[in-house]
């Protein structure tokens, strides 16, 4: 399925100071994004209460401790909202629980496979995520021509309303990189993602200086795992790691039909010391540079 790497994992849900569910180990079945009519309605509840303070989304921003960007994302039902949102918007609009309570009735996010949904929520607030590819560039890295090729190649096919949905949930989560600047992210990729030219050569050429623009960022580190070493730890397939601010660990690997979400602790240890084998048998930061640089100008 072409929609890997973006599920397009799951965790620890739940609002405010409501215990947060633990999600079943696996979550499998059909990964078909459907819109929100939840997320407007939540948006327009933020909207109506921001107003009535006599409030701008441009002066909400700095009390709830978001940009503008992503409060207007939030508001118009693009995005869905993390935690900490909730809880701030509530005590700075005065809101009486209202904004509490209609994020209790909030389960999904527009564009994102169902089996996705909790993983993604658990991202907006993970302090460091770690990504290993062998299958397809990262959503988080990918350009929107390269989406775009992966969508329109999925069987069954998309219709274009889905395909916009999947491509704006894709590019909504692609500003955690900028957006959360204390949030360490590490991909390590497989050389062969960027031979395959997906999308062609023009395409190909954007999608790897998009992602040399994203190892500039401090808080992006991108490593690539050279076709010349013949084995290493990850040859078992992908994997996703993430810390939360209370300093807990899950791990997120998909399939073509679902995802696995792990958190049980020796699990968990495992994909951590294969993950940092990893990062020792990849590219050091400016090797992978210098590699995907003369690799652009091959293209």
Not at 117 to 137: G, P, S
Not at 146 to 162: E, I, K
Not at 246 to 259: C, S, V
Not at 287 to 299: E, F, I, K, P, T
Request: with cysteine; charged share 25%; aromatic share 6%.
């Amino acid at each position: 399925m072409t929609n890997m790497t973006d599920g397009t994992v799951t965790g620890s849900g739940g609002v405010g100071n409501q215990a947060r569910p633990q999600p079943p180990a696996q979550r499998s079945g059909v990964g078909e994004p459907e819109t929100s009519e939840g997320l407007k309605a939540f948006g327009e509840v933020v909207k109506a209460l921001r107003k009535r303070a006599g409030l701008t989304q441009e002066s909400l921003a700095p009390k709830v401790q978001y940009s503008p960007e992503t409060v207007a994302s939030i508001e118009q039902g693009r995005r869905f909202p993390p935690h900490a949102f909730v809880d701030r918007a509530e005590e700075v609009l005065d809101a009486f629980g209202a904004i509490r309570g209609a994020a209790r009735h909030l389960s999904r996010k527009p564009g994102l496979a169902k089996w996705f949904q909790h993983w993604a929520q658990l991202e907006e607030e993970a302090i460091n995520l770690y990504t290993y590819e062998c299958r397809l560039v990262p959503g988080l890295l990918q350009t929107e021509a390269h989406a775009r090729t992966l969508f329109v190649n999925r069987l069954p096919p998309l219709g274009d309303d889905q395909i916009e949905a999947q491509w704006m949930a894709r590019a909504d989560r692609q500003r955690l990189l900028r957006e959360r600047p204390n949030t360490a992210f590490s991909f390590i990729l497989e050389e062969h993602l960027f031979l395959r030219q997906t999308g062609g050569p023009e395409v190909t050429r954007e999608l790897i200086d998009h992602v040399l623009e994203a190892a500039e960022l401090r808080n992006v580190e991108v490593q690539v795992m050279p076709q010349a070493r013949g084995a290493h730890a990850g040859l078992a397939g992908p994997m996703q790691l993430l810390e939360t601010a209370d300093h807990r660990w899950f791990a997120y690997n998909e399939t073509q039909r679902g995802g696995l979400f792990v958190s049980d602790s020796k699990e968990l240890s495992v994909l951590q010391m294969r993950y940092a084998r990893m990062r020792s048998q990849a590219l050091p930061l400016e090797d992978s540079v210098s590699l995907l640089q003369r690799m652009r100008g091959a293209q």
